[in-house]
Every structure is written in structure tokens, then in C-alpha cells.
């Protein structure tokens, strides 16, 4: 079992214990908005489905609870070479979201093997695209996914990260 210590979080598989606060996190519209594939409402049911799939994850994919004070505020991985994250919304604007995806990045390209990585952050997010940029990637193009919780098409951009681009990004920020 995998587990990132950054200098404010600590980064751990999920586990049942941690039904709640996702249900308290994913049950604000504010958050699930922002998600593709986060329905809302979000239940107790949606997230003892979210549990069954992390431990059922596919060799090389990777979730964790982002934990500050050994409370979940947040969950983030990487599945088919892509990253996605959420915070709850009394985490927002503190640098936990950078905190985390760096971490998760680094331990991407460095311990899980990956070459590239892909993301991608619905228009009007500014938060997770700043992130995003911030980690060295790229903005690939505009498109267009469905969103669970809003129950429509929303435009989104596209994303990728090299490994030589995250090796420049992380000297940057040191």
C-alpha cells in the first residue's frame, strides 16, 4: 500500500471509514460540478461504489484519500494515465489541490513508470487550472465531456504532461 507524505498532507489508499466525509464532500454541488463523473446528488450508496472500485483498481492505477490531520479533505489519482482530483470546498484556496497532484506526479513519473500523463479541467475552473499549469502541463485543446452532476455536455480543456516537462516544472518550483 502506497503512501505520500508531503509537507501538510498525507496522501493513503481510501478506506470504509472515509464513506462520510466523501458523501459530505462530493454532496456539495460546488464540488461534484466541477467532476466529470461524479453524479449528484452523491450519496452513501455512490460512495460505497467509489470504495468497491479503489480496491479493484488495474496494476499502475493509483487513488488516495488527501488527508490533513488524519482527516479526508480530498481524493486524487491517476487511472489510465490520467489525473484526477477533488478538494472539499473548506479545503479550497489553502494549496492542498498543488500539494497533492504534485506529490501524486512526482510518485507518477518517478515510482509508477508513467511517460506522459493527461488531465483536464472543466472551462471556468480556474483553481484546477492553475494547478494543472502550474505541474507543467500542457493545454492540448478544447472539448467537450459529460458531466454526471450536471447532467449535460460541458466544455472542457484537454492536457498533457511529458516527463521532461514535469522534470523542468519541478526545478522551477524548487
Not at 483553481?127 to 499549469?133: E, F, H, K, M, Y
Request: hydrophobic share 45%; net charge neutral.
Amino acid at each position: 500500500m502506497t503512501t505520500l507524505m508531503t509537507g501538510r498532507l498525507t496522501l493513503r489508499p481510501p478506506r470504509a471509514a472515509d464513506a462520510e466525509a466523501i458523501v459530505h464532500g462530493l454532496g456539495n454541488f460546488s464540488v461534484a460540478r466541477w467532476t466529470g463523473r461524479v453524479p449528484h446528488p452523491y450519496g452513501p450508496d455512490d460512495a460505497q461504489a467509489f470504495l468497491a472500485h479503489c480496491n479493484a483498481l488495474p496494476t499502475g492505477a493509483l487513488v488516495m484519500a488527501i488527508t490533513r490531520n488524519d482527516a479526508l479533505i480530498g481524493v486524487i489519482g491517476i487511472e489510465h494515465g490520467e489525473l484526477g482530483y477533488w478538494l472539499a470546498e473548506a479545503a479550497w484556496g489553502k494549496g492542498y489541490g498543488t500539494e497533492a497532484a504534485a506529490a501524486v506526479v512526482d510518485h507518477a513519473f518517478t515510482s509508477l513508470g508513467h511517460r506522459e500523463l493527461i488531465a483536464s479541467y472543466h472551462l471556468g475552473n480556474t483553481a484546477s487550472q492553475r494547478i494543472l499549469l502550474g505541474l507543467g502541463f500542457v493545454e492540448t485543446g478544447e472539448g467537450s465531456a459529460f458531466s454526471k452532476a450536471r447532467q449535460a455536455e460541458v466544455p472542457h480543456m484537454q492536457l498533457t504532461l511529458a516527463r521532461a516537462a514535469w522534470e523542468q516544472a519541478k526545478e522551477r518550483r524548487r
